[in-house]
């Protein structure tokens, strides 16, 4: 049973574009909601990540937008660059990670 | 500060071979955990360890073994290699903070079964 559902699969987007991913989850239990980051040939590192509590995060150019309702959260990357391109993981958990099957990004120049 | 750290980076088996697969950290977490991850399928949880002396079966037990040696080191073994282990293994430690329980990655061990 997947509880994280992670689209889409891949992602092309022009230098400068909206980088947008989202995730679908089922346990209303979650309480923590996190986006990674993964180049190739390395480990993922955190991102970004909120709380239930709050419908959305800056950091910089990354922004985690959450409906509670919907049940679904999505992270956006504004004028997305060319050192973006990466796999992006969202999860969720309310004990261990629970993570979503990733997300290919590349930013093309 | 070296974060998580693995060893091997890289590991070729044969079908029934055993190996152990080690992670350290030296942030001085409590908690620890062994991932796998295979294409299209995100990063499952094999074993974690909440604690130094405690560990716990994740999503994908099957065919591992884990020790947790100390608060610093945290191994993972296979007792019979078998093809389907095949896959990149990463550990990771974790802190309470900010939003919740940040975790660090070590740098992945690429492992293939034979």
């Known amino acids: 049973q997947q509880q994280v559902k992670q689209s889409p699969q891949s992602l092309i987007v022009q230098k400068g574009g909206i980088s947008i991913i989202n995730c679908a989850y089922e346990?209303?239990?979650?309480?923590?909601f996190p986006w990674y980051q993964q180049f190739p040939g390395k480990g993922p590192a955190l991102l970004i990540a909120?709380?239930?509590?709050?419908s959305e995060k800056k950091e910089g150019r990354f922004t985690i937008s959450f409906n509670k309702s919907a049940k679904q959260f999505s992270l956006h990357i504004m004028d997305s660059q060319p050192g973006d391109s990466a796999t992006y993981f969202c999860?969720?958990?309310?004990?261990?990670?629970?993570f979503g099957k990733g997300t290919k990004l590349s930013v093309k120049p | 500060n070296a974060g998580v750290t693995q060893t091997p980076k890289f590991q070729v088996l044969k079908t029934g071979q055993s190996m152990t697969l080690q992670c350290a950290q030296d942030?001085?977490?409590?908690?620890m955990y062994w991932y796998r991850q295979d294409p299209g399928m995100g990063l499952r949880l094999i074993y974690y360890?909440?604690?130094?002396?405690?560990?716990d079966k994740g999503e994908v037990p099957n065919g591992y073994n884990v020790s947790r040696l100390n608060k610093r080191e945290f191994s993972l073994r296979l007792e019979s290699a078998a093809p389907s282990q095949t896959s990149v293994y990463f550990c990771?430690?974790?802190?309470?903070?900010?939003?919740?329980?940040?975790?660090?990655f070590g740098p992945g061990t690429r492992l293939t079964v034979l």
């Open positions: 990771a430690s974790s802190i309470l903070r900010g939003a919740g329980n940040e975790q660090f």
């Open positions: 346990n209303t239990a979650f309480d923590y």
């Open positions: 909120i709380r239930p509590d709050v």
């Open positions: 999860a969720a958990s309310v004990r261990n990670l629970i």
């Open positions: 942030m001085n977490h409590n908690s």
């Open positions: 360890s909440a604690s130094e002396g405690t560990t």
